[in-house]
């Protein structure tokens, strides 16, 4: 597996994201925004969170029009694999990698915590080394993770099974409580119609290392080494 | 040339900055607001004096950056 971790002005889990790759046992380069290719032979084009360009105008509008992103796109139209994390899932979104906009939280908070999450299917090539319908314990810190989009897109992610992860309570509820910013349908992450980019809010790479917290990010990489293709 | 863009949001998009401001309008007694909502303006320089040029460019310059359509209108004035 060959990652390629693309750093913004501004991104900052770039390295987090870099060490929960290799943990996994992955190759790993770092591609600089400003670049207008992707390494030979990357398989997988990850954006990492971060707050690129200080979220200037929108969040991840101005890096979602980056030169890398055109290769990030043609890569991604070939069956690549794509990971959007949090400020990525921002970016890819304002790409045109995935449908839908991240607007602020409903309640304006920024929030930085724990949070559980379903697992709405495990036949991806991101999600096979949880089970379906795993509640699994990770972390979130934004304030634009209000997932929004139109009701035919929202009947579309449902209807084609594109939902990848819900916000729940720690026994696996999906409830208005245990959501932390309004997503419509506690949508915390979502698929392209390929299942082979994924943009997600919560930060699995930070979940990686029981001496800070837990593992249960581990599975999103222990998956991508699997060499499942993208369902 | 001189332009202005205005961005807004679309109508039933929920705008929890508008909300807050249009909470704390009321609460310093500021009578008669019913409703805010917030937006964003761009001021602009163009070069040149072809209308519909400036026009087309500020047209492009909203639809591929300045507002996200999914979510936001927006409105080009030229300003001579």
Sequence with gaps: MKAAVITFPGSNRDGDVAKALRQAGAHVAHVWHGDYELPAGTDLVVLPGGFSYGDYLRCGAIAGRAHIMDATRAHAARGGLVLGICNGFQIACEAGLLPGVLARNADLKFVCRRQHLTVERNDTAFTSAYTKGQVIDVCIAHGEGNYICDPETLARLEGEGLVAFRYCDADGKVTAEANPNGSLDGIAGIYSPGRNVLGLMPHPENLIDGLVGGTDGRGMFASLMSGKKAA | ?80
């Design chain 2, 1 to 80: 040339m001189k332009a202005r863009v205005t961005v807004t949001l679309k109508t039933g998009v929920l705008d929890p900055q508008g909300k807050a401001i249009e909470g704390a309008l009321k609460s310093l007694g500021i009578d008669g607001v019913s409703s805010v909502r917030q937006g964003k303006v761009f001021d602009i320089e163009l070069d040149g004096a072809n209308k519909a040029a400036a026009e087309a460019a500020l047209k492009a310059a909203c639809e591929k950056l300045l507002a996200n359509t999914v979510i936001e209108n927006y409105r080009v004035e030229l300003q001579g």
